[in-house]
């Protein structure tokens, strides 16, 4: 089925991202402080929760058409 | 987010998160994009049991947030460069300065010069300007009011105009090296460099007509046609240029909205009636025609309440400047697109010399 092969290629990539932001904030915060510093650290824990839960959603959509597939074979 | 909060950063590093993180945006969206496809159909065999749409929303949501949070941290970090690396952005030495400094660097972004106008007190504007250098006779500035500029000073605005054989100009339009310039006076006030400018578009007057605003907008429109101003869309169209007069990057089609003027309107009764006529008969006085005209004025009005918002938008360009005494002074061109008989645009351009609807001076480009 398509959509567990989009699911496998997307997965991946959500994880790279979420490691190549993090990889991008431990470049940018040394030495950054102040109230700027403080709305990015916001921001960066909303949005990596974000992908966090896009991956878990793409798991149960991938874990749903696995067994439809199943239980149509 | 302001104060006199201590801040620091590396403004190498947060260019470089910036770039980083706007790889991985590149890549997820490119990703996002082939996943939306075989999931919308993925969505017709579960019948929307996943409610795919809401959380793939979700998911490009995040993928916005991380472009806009690189966009932000890159220009956090430029503000950083302004604030204390002499604007260097490549800087990787560690820049400490007060928030409000890197606030001041952050604000221009949102900064719009129509809505920081004010007037002068007496006598205010002459002190700001050089009094020597605002009248030539020929020569000098026009102005009275203030624009306060991102960076929190005052600055005075000023319209320039020179005579030359007879005709006044107010502005260049291009110059080549060494030509005489409408700016400093064709050499009377050389000297200035511009500090900041800015080109956008802006709506002015006040952010948002209210209702009683808008209903005496429309009032107006039915005396005086459409109002004064241009739409966004259609000063989006200009080409500004410093320097230079504006161009059309694209002409941009007749307003819609803007009604077409009717054939003929019966005159309806004035409240006066004219000096030794009292008995004038006026054909709106009718029921009829009165019914007629109730009619037309509706549309207008109608089509002024919401043409009241729609046409309050300009292309401008603001310069800041200063000299070599340290004095400042503001160069505030605002441009209409108005629409000739022929429904081909033309554009108006102003000098902007103070807070009020009239404190404008009309351009007459120098060739």
New interface residues.
Partial sequence: ???I???D??LP??F??IA??E???A??R????????D??EE??V??QR??G??CT?VL??RH??VA?LEAAA | MSGETGCSARPADLVEYARETGDAVWQLRGALHDFDIAAEAYELISGGIFRLARYGDALWDAAFELEDMAGWVAHVGWAFAVAGAGGDSTATAVVTASAMAVDAWLEPVEWSPAKHLRSGAPGEWLRALDPTCHGFGDAGYSGGGFVVGPDGRAYPLVAPYVTRDGVVYQADDGLVPGARSVLDLDGRDPGWTTIYEKIGVERWGSDAPNLMTRLLTGIGSTVAGRPNGSSRSDVEALHLVPGMAPTFGAVPDRPATEPAPPPYMQPSEPPYSPPAQPDTVYPGSNSQAGKANAVSEGVDLAGGFFMSDLGRHAAYDITFQQNATGQVRALYKRVYVGFDDAGDPYADSVWVIGPENNDHVLINYAP
């Fill in positions: 089925m398509e959509v092969d989009a699911c290629r997307l990539r959500l790279d991202v190549q932001h990889h991008a904030a470049v940018a040394p030495d950054w402080s102040g109230p700027h510093h709305e990015f921001r960066f909303a949005v974000a992908l839960q896009g959603w149960r959509l749903d058409a439809r």
